[in-house]
T-cell receptor
Framework: SAVISQKPSRDICQRGTSLTIQCQVD?????MFWYRQQPGQSLTLIAT?????????ESGFVIDKFPISRPNLTFSTLTVSNMSPEDSSIYLC???????????????FGPGTRLTVL | SQKIEQNSEALNIQEGKTATLTCNYT??????LQWYRQDPGRGPVFLLL?????KEKRKERLKVTFDTTLKQSLFHITASQPADSATYLC???????????FGKGTSLLVT
């Protein structure tokens, strides 16, 4: 299994500002994923972050709005830029089981960052 | 477009009964399907994975079925307990094959 921590756990931000969310894993993993969970909605994949390469963004998400860093195999950041109230959501990072090599891997999730934009 | 549908209404059952949750999907040919549990204020926790060539899988009080013809998975919790109260999410592999697409989840309340 993998233990994942996220910082901050929650924040209240003003419109137009940016927030960087950190995700730390206790073991080395190839892929890290960033999801958004809006109130009453399911998890929506924002992007996949591989160490040493550009993040791959899903349809509807762009790098200018959600820049991602992946400096090493245990850490990633997601920035929510120029925030608006519509960005209020829970942001979660996840990783595949680092012990396995199959694409059938289960995923482990961090506790999430609850963001409120005023 | 691809869709994953789960019962949006909360499921209320009595302790000791079997809870059955449904996951239907369209425009997918998944190699596997996963079920997760999510408690309020926490990230999802993996429960079970079932592959396309498996009809049924069990883990303690949990049972999952996978019908690729009907494009449906059923998730059963037998002898349910109040501690089983949570939201249960169905997930299928994304187009990349590495990330997951999730249903909205079904809220289960055991009293």
């Amino acid at each position: 299994s993998a233990v994942i921590s996220q910082k901050p756990s929650r924040d209240i931000c003003q419109r137009g500002t940016s927030l960087t969310i950190q995700c730390q894993v206790d073991s080395q993993v190839t892929m890290m994923f960033w999801y958004r969970q809006q109130p009453g909605q399911s998890l929506t994949l924002i992007a996949t972050a591989n160490q040493g390469s550009e993040a791959t963004y899903e349809s509807g998400f762009v790098i200018d709005k959600f820049p991602i860093s992946r400096p090493n195999l245990t850490f990633s950041t997601l920035t929510v830029s120029n925030m608006s109230p519509e960005d209020s959501s829970i942001y979660l990072c996840s990783v595949e089981d680092p012990r396995r090599g199959s694409s059938y891997n289960e995923q482990f999730f961090g506790p999430g960052t609850r963001l409120t934009v005023l | 477009s691809q869709k994953i549908e789960q019962n949006s209404e909360a499921l209320n059952i009595q302790e000791g009964k079997t809870a059955t949750l449904t996951c239907n999907y369209t425009n997918y040919s998944p190699a596997y399907l996963q079920w997760y549990r999510q408690d309020p204020g926490r990230g999802p926790v993996f429960l079970l994975l079932i592959r396309e060539n498996e009809k049924e899988k069990r883990k303690e009080r949990l049972k999952v079925t996978f019908d690729t013809t009907l494009k449906q998975s059923l998730f059963h919790i037998t002898a349910s307990q109040p501690a089983d109260s949570a939201t249960y999410l169905c997930a299928l592999p994304s187009n990349s094959g590495y990330a997951l697409n999730f249903g909205k989840g079904t809220s289960l309340l055991v009293t």
